[in-house]
């Protein structure tokens, strides 16, 4: 086999998800006709009435990948995603198409988690292109409802690394700050932005490289202060979310080795989501191989239900930090920067699924620690 290319000479690819009318296909049009210096080719998973072709195309065609005609390239998935990914390395390492990025479009219904495995699944295209992001758009009039009455909605919120609101000019602040709130607790390590899609700023949506295991572990202070309202750990929101988050340890708060074992349906018993996360950390060292086969058992069982899991991992032996994520059942490892001589080494791991039943993690993981 070829060997694979340098990370930095790989094609990267943001997914983008969201509800049915949050405004997606608004915002695809945006990145596609303000030409911004990147060649961008889109890949949708359908051609809707609403879909970008109608002003951009060049020409009506059957052709399954179309250039638009800024430059960009524009493709139906007509066949797998699989192959249309495989049939646009091709033509471009051909010199056939020139494209720097791309978007790939999902349908309002689609649970993004195939979609991501794609790129772990297959070698060629793992070599090829790297996953950066999955971004999800929320209608702040309609979101609340939304994730109600779809589990596929909170699914696309669980899995992204950023999510925007749209429409919150619709709502009052009372509302955006409830639906903001809520997002927050099915995913507490994406950022959360509204947006006006006439004026994003495209760099924030591009480059974001969330599956980069490098990449921060953010999770929102706010989802920590509700999670332990007796913790009392004011100073949780000393630290600004842009920032290398390595020196989470600073916070003793009341969980010291182990997540408090909450429930947040009392909080908010109207919204019972489906997909929910919490946070697992201890300042004890992981024994490496218990850990790995726990981490392997779970992953086992309880695979289809976790969306996204990532983690800072203080392991026995290692005199450095290794970063962990999974999608699924992938899970990978690697070693990040090493403990600085008057750091506190110490674990934090954040767990985002279906009804995952979280006193089996938290236990589990406690009985890896040495």
Not at 304 to 317: A, H, N, T, V
Not at 342 to 355: A, Q, S
């Amino acid at each position: 086999m070829k060997p694979a290319i340098s990370p930095d000479k790989m094609v990267p690819v943001t997914i983008l998800t969201g509800f049915l009318g949050a405004g997606k296909t608004t915002l695809l049009k945006r990145i596609l006709s303000e030409y911004h210096g990147r060649r961008i080719a889109v890949i949708e998973n359908e051609f809707g009435p609403e879909s970008i072709d109608n002003e951009l195309l060049v020409q009506d065609s059957e052709e399954e990948i179309v250039e638009l005609s800024n430059g960009c390239v524009c493709c139906t998935i007509r066949g797998d995603l699989m192959r249309t990914l495989n049939d646009l390395r091709v033509k471009r390492q051909a010199g056939q198409l020139n494209f720097e990025r791309i978007i790939i479009e999902t349908t309002g219904m689609a649970n993004p988690g195939p979609v991501c495995q794609t790129f772990f699944m297959d070698d060629e295209i793992a070599d090829y292109y790297r996953l950066d992001a999955v971004i999800t758009v929320v209608d702040a009039k309609h979101g609340m409802e939304t994730l109600d009455k779809q589990e596929e909605a909170q699914k696309q919120v669980g899995f992204a690394d950023r999510i925007l609101i749209s429409k919150k000019d619709l709502v009052n602040d009372v509302d955006y700050q409830g639906l903001r709130a809520r997002l927050v607790r099915i995913n507490p390590r994406a950022s959360i932005t509204p947006v006006d899609f006439g004026e994003t700023d495209l760099k924030v949506l591009l480059d974001i490289s969330g599956f980069n295991l490098n990449t921060i572990l953010d999770i929102d202070p706010d989802f920590l202060d509700e999670e332990h309202p007796d913790a009392a750990h004011g100073h949780d929101h000393g630290h600004d979310h842009g920032h290398d988050h390595d020196h989470d340890h600073e916070h003793e708060g009341a969980c010291d080795d182990h997540c408090g074992h909450h429930h947040h349906d009392h909080h908010h018993a109207h919204h019972d989501d489906e997909i929910g996360a919490f946070v697992f950390r201890s300042k004890k060292a992981f024994d490496p191989e218990r850990l790995e086969e726990f981490l392997g058992g779970i992953v086992q069982v309880y695979g289809p239900d976790l969306l996204r899991y990532k983690g800072i991992l203080y392991l026995k032996g290692v005199n450095r930090r290794m970063l962990f994520q999974g999608v699924h059942m992938m899970m990978g490892a690697e070693p990040g920067k090493p403990w600085l001589s008057g750091e506190k080494p110490n674990t934090k791991m954040v767990f985002i699924g279906r009804k995952l039943p979280q006193e089996i993690f938290t236990r589990g993981l406690e009985q890896c620690l040495v």
